[in-house]
């Protein structure tokens, strides 16, 4: 190759590289902003445990409540860091329980146990039961009269995204939009905002129409619910604290996790997510979770 071609290569080459920065590195990701008087809660996360310490306890120990949601059925996230882990792991002198076996304060940040069951060809979160975690369920039915017998409440995740044969998609037929209506009317609240529906393909494959028509479902149909937001954070510590809800800081210190149920319950949050604005991880991080086979 002469210096000419190889000149040219080069330009093209990095031309190619840069674009394709841009392109996967297309959000911010920052944690959200703190309100005075509010608590910022991503209820529905799922950081790894196989970080160093210091590190789980910059992202958890910073302002906002992380729900460490505990998922049962896939075998790829058996490092999903649970509530009990996060309180065995980090520093004792760092980390206070408020809500015995439910919350605790953690550095100036929350921790709170949760978790996201599998029920038929949804996804639950719960939140607030007793006892030892859920197994998974043939129908949304079971899983939420199960829950709710516990003392728990149950949230329908991104709504419109249900299983599939490989992994979650979009409805394709009136019965599978059916089973989306019948699910909302059987939980305590949905799911409109989660950060990882990202815009993969503009105009091709664009997973934000899965917020879009979870918020024009809530809209129409089911207006008592508020809507929530969650990161859904996949493995890496950068997602946690994306996307949320804002809860009465008061509500939560004086009654720890019940605080956080009745809020929601009575529709008494702020939703931070919207599917045209925002916020969601970015197309590099999209890539690197489904690289390590941890989507759905
Ligand atoms: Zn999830």
Redesign the pocket.
Known sequence: MNRRKFLKRAVIGTAVLASSYVYLDNEEMQQALVLPGKIFCDL?S?PSRNYPIEDLMETLGSPGLTGL?L?CWTENERDILTYEQALDLLPLSQVTEIDKGKVARCGQGYIARTQ?VLAGRH?LLALGWEGGYFPSYQTIKEAVDDIHARGGIAIL?HPFAITGKRMLRLPKTQGELDLIREACTLVDEMETHNA?CVNILPYALDFREMNKNAEDLRQREFPHFRGVA?S?C?HYLDQVKLAGIYIDKDAIETKGMKGITEAIRGGNFIRFGDAQRGPYVSRYNLLKVALRGILG
């Open positions: 529905h799922h949601a998922k996201e996804h995740n990882f969650s859904d996949h």
